[in-house]
């Protein structure tokens, strides 16, 4: 088992800046990618931004230049730091993180998502 502890969402105004954090703890043995996602309401879940074990980063067009993903190895804990937000960045944000279990089982878990709005 695999768990995800999201923090740091909440209104921002335009223009405004948040930093998303994602804690993974429980039966981990190496992490392959940690990434954001996100889902505005009426529409489908959309990749926000990625990065591998390695550092490579990827990022939606949409947020490039504005935001900026990183990770602690260490703690397990990805962030998404977003600046110049904008009010179609108005979402539930969800944290995923894929690897390997001590049994050398696959996991791919997300977290419980956390509330972004951009509003004046």
């Known amino acids: 088992q695999v768990q995800l502890v999201e923090s740091g969402g909440g209104l921002v105004q335009p223009g405004g800046s948040l930093r998303l954090s994602c804690a993974a703890s429980g039966n981990i043995f190496t992490i392959s990618a940690m990434g954001w996602y996100r889902q505005a309401p009426g529409k489908e879940r959309e990749l926000v931004a990625t990065?591998?074990?390695?550092?490579?980063?990827n990022y939606a067009l949409s947020v490039k230049g504005r935001f900026t993903i990183s990770r602690d190895s260490v703690k397990n804990t990805v962030y998404l730091q977003m600046n110049s937000l904008k009010p179609e960045d108005t979402a539930v944000y969800y944290c995923?993180?894929?690897?390997?279990?001590?049994?050398?089982?696959?996991?791919?878990?997300w977290g419980q998502g956390t509330q972004v709005t951009v509003s004046s």
């Open positions: 995923n993180v894929a690897g390997r279990s001590y049994t050398n089982t696959a996991f791919n878990s």
């Open positions: 990065i591998t074990n390695g550092g490579s980063t």
